[in-house]
């Protein structure tokens, strides 16, 4: 009988990590035999990355085979070209035969397995080729042979690199979530409008290129911000949850086959700092994506550990050579990992763990912009407020306890995206100046997408008008600096929501009816949607033409909450009211969880009707959409973001425009 090595043996219920129609054994493995890097994938000159091979038994269901005993005898080689020899691939990587592993899991076949509690087990065999590289552009034949005339193989192709450096610096925005619905929305609200002509733009309308990116997943066509911030940082497709890995079906969400990232690729390579800039906590999926690896983007101690000591501290038994190496700046979110306590990592004081490397640490704006620019900069603020609420209504910060210090107090003298962004800026140009590296920074506006996940589209708005201003200002900054001519600009999605804007309500009408057909009649459309009351004096309708500005300045709406406000919708979210007026309160909770699943929180919206869900039950918040997202881009490289391509060609993009693979 066949049995799994002592030291693997696990049962991964593969269908717990996934809430869809179509359930797969594994992801990018239509076969009983896995090769990851799966085929169409392709790689940069001297990416480093790992191979994992897998063989699968299904003990029952309708791919049992071979008694439930895997193939420990398959082997592996590895083309160039279409006509060369395939050699075996420990000899190809110079490697040694690396040892036999074995493990178990199961998985649902589809939902009536699954309501019927009957998964599919699946024996494994396996092996892994650690910290691999490809030297030579062109075509490769990854072949694995098993059971005796099976066989996969998966075409791989490794670039032509660029042979010129464009770019001296790359400052690469995410707006997560962000689609150009959104941009357009916030264009409405915060421009004003006269006989149908926008009397100023948004700085993203004015960027030198413009492009859209298709966000599909590897094994799905929706993604996340794992795998979608995976393919952005290492030109590298997915699955759901994934960072820099290639899911495979091991117990060990820390040893799937990895991939060296861009920020990774820069401090090897060019050897100039990083930095690593949110609006959300800091081990969050966008920001980790750039220096963490794992198949589990909720390992959040783990991640921030491996910010600071490398992916081989949080798993030495296997080798791995690419590393952030401590990234210069780290600001954004997330006391938790820091503070000792069962949030960080080992329980540690992780602020001290940072200072002894090196580090000043900051916990508000007043530390950020008066400490100094030459050392290393961790800076943990309070992820939790909003733009709106940081500008708009402050009373909403007040008795939240929210200080990053952990010490009760309210987080009230925190920076934004802006503020964050800038200094970031400074830090790395002092940074790089002994040996005139260039620098590579992320900047996120995290909430983008996480007040469109509980439908908050007014703090949406105002995450990416924030985002818009900060592009905007680090121009202006770059500029200054002298070094705007040198740096490549980068501003896009990681993925889209299902959001747009379909007409205008009069939300005065719409409170004061007593019946959910009647509140509709507040909505109108066409003809009726009327004019942006953003973009007026509280009190004016919005047909008037004077430009005027708001306490923000220009570029931000002159009031929040008009009586004539935008109408908006989402493709898919839970069952919950609307009211078209903005959460004065604070961020939305449009649904709650109920014995019964997600239902309307009785407390959102009161004045609001009532609109059906289109998502599971048990879903209480909105997700994510197929939709294309747009690309823009400044400076060095920017015209190669033309046109319509896919995600992890801007990895490739921003590569080339570095002469990362020269």
Not at 15 to 33: E, I
Not at 56 to 85: L, R, W
Not at 451 to 471: F, I, K, N, P, S
Not at 532 to 542: D, F, I, K, Q, R
Request: include cysteine.
């Amino acid at each position: 009988m066949w049995r799994p090595s002592s030291i693997t043996v696990a049962t991964l219920l593969l269908a717990n990590t996934v809430s869809a129609q179509h359930f797969q054994r594994l992801g990018a493995c239509p076969k009983l035999g896995c090769v990851f890097p799966p085929d169409q994938t392709d790689f940069l000159v001297g990416q480093y990355f790992d191979v994992r091979l897998e063989i699968h038994a299904p003990v029952n269901g309708s791919e049992a085979a071979h008694g439930g005993v895997p193939d420990e005898k398959f082997t592996f080689c590895i083309q160039s070209g279409t006509k060369g020899q395939c050699k075996d691939a420990a000899s190809f990587f110079k490697q040694k035969q690396p040892a036999l592993e074995k493990w178990s899991f199961s998985y649902y076949e589809d939902l009536f397995a699954q309501d019927a509690h009957a998964p599919t087990p699946v024996n494994v065999a396996a092996k892994a080729f650690r910290g691999v590289k490809l030297t030579t552009p062109g075509t490769y034949h990854a072949k694995l042979k098993y059971y005796s005339g099976s066989e996969t193989v998966a075409q791989w192709v490794v670039r032509e690199p660029a042979k010129k450096r464009k770019a001296k610096n790359v400052l690469f925005f995410i707006g997560d979530g962000m689609t150009q619905a959104m941009i357009t929305a916030a264009r409405l609200i915060a421009h004003k409008s006269i006989n149908g002509r926008y009397q100023s733009l948004m700085q993203m309308d004015q960027m030198e290129a413009l492009g859209h990116q298709m966000t599909h997943s590897l094994d799905s066509f929706i993604t996340d911000s794992a795998n979608s911030a995976t393919a952005l940082y290492t030109g590298k497709k997915a699955s759901v949850s994934a960072l820099n890995v290639f899911a495979d079906s091991s117990p060990n969400s820390f040893d799937d086959p990895k991939i060296e990232t861009i920020a990774q690729l820069f401090r090897r390579v060019i050897g100039g700092p990083i930095g690593m800039v949110s609006t959300a906590f800091i081990a969050d999926a966008t920001p980790a994506a750039l220096c963490a690896a794992t198949r589990d983007r909720g390992q959040y101690a783990q991640i921030v550990q491996e910010y600071l000591e490398g992916a081989m501290a949080i798993n030495n038994s296997f080798y791995w050579p690419a590393s952030c190496d401590g990234p210069d700046v780290v600001f954004g979110g997330g006391a938790e990992q820091f503070i000792a306590g069962p949030g960080s990592p080992g329980g540690q004081d992780y602020y001290k763990a940072f200072a002894k490397r090196g580090y000043n640490v900051v916990y508000n704006n007043t530390e950020l912009q008066k400490v100094g620019n030459e050392k290393k900069l961790l800076g943990i603020f309070s992820g939790k407020a909003k733009w709106v609420d940081r500008h708009i209504y402050p009373e909403n910060l007040k008795n939240q306890k929210t200080s990053p210090k952990g010490d009760g107090t309210d987080a009230l003298d925190q920076p934004g995206l802006k503020e964050m962004t800038l200094k970031a800026i400074d830090v790395l140009q002092t940074r790089q100046k002994k040996g005139n590296t260039g620098w590579f920074m992320m900047s996120e506006a995290a909430s983008i997408d996480k007040m469109m996940h509980v439908l908050d589209y007014d703090r949406a708005l105002g995450e990416l008008l924030e985002l818009d201003d900060t592009v905007r200002a680090s121009i202006e900054h770059l500029k200054k600096i002298g070094e705007l001519e040198n740096t490549l600009i980068v501003v896009t999605a990681d993925h889209g929501h299902g959001f747009d804007v379909f007409g205008g309500a009069d939300t005065k009408y719409l409170a004061v009816q007593t019946d959910d057909r009647k509140k509709r009649q507040a909505v109108g459309i066409y003809e009726n949607s009327g004019l942006s009351g953003y973009t007026v004096a509280e009190g004016s309708l919005p047909n008037n033409e004077t430009v005027i500005y708001g306490a923000q300045g220009p570029n931000f709406p002159v009031q929040w909450n008009p009586r004539y406000t935008y109408a908006a919708g989402f493709g898919a979210n839970p069952d919950h009211r609307e009211s078209y007026a903005i959460n004065i309160g604070g961020p939305r909770l449009p649904a709650v969880n109920t014995p019964n699943g997600a239902e309307v929180n009785p407390s959102d919206n009161p004045a609001g009707f009532v609109v059906s869900g289109t998502l599971p039950t048990d879903e209480p918040q909105g997700v994510h959409s197929l939709t294309d997202v747009s690309v823009f881009a400044n400076g060095p490289g920017a015209d190669a973001f033309r046109g319509v391509y896919n995600n992890i060609d801007i990895f490739f993009k921003i590569a080339d425009a570095l002469a990362l693979g020269s």
